[in-house]
């Protein structure tokens, strides 16, 4: 799910989409900044995960191609 999400946000970056980019991908770089280190635990990611997922999803639609 984090390569595809990567993936999206390359992908909206590169189609001159920075600022949604920029949008859904700060909540997940915010939370993942504060959650690195020894306390790092997956429940602390849980808020991220809806933006992660949106990402993840313009990557997989750009990796696949488009439902048919």
């Known amino acids: ?3 595809l ?4 946000f390359l ?3 590169g189609r001159a989409s920075l600022r949604e ?3 859904m991908a700060s909540p997940a770089f915010y939370i ?3 959650t690195v280190g020894a306390a ?3 429940r602390y990611r849980i808020p991220a995960m809806p933006a992660i997922c949106l990402l993840a999803g313009a990557g997989s ?3 696949f191609g ?3």
């Not at 999400?5 to 999206?8: C, E, L, Y």
Request: aromatic share 12%; no cysteine.
């Open 1 to 3: 799910v984090y390569t």
């Open 5 to 8: 999400a990567v993936r999206g």
């Open 11 to 13: 992908t909206l970056w």
């Open 21 to 23: 980019a920029v949008l």
């Open 32 to 34: 993942f900044a504060l």
């Open 40 to 42: 790092a635990h997956a």
């Open 61 to 63: 639609i750009r990796l």
């Open 66 to 68: 488009k439902a048919q």
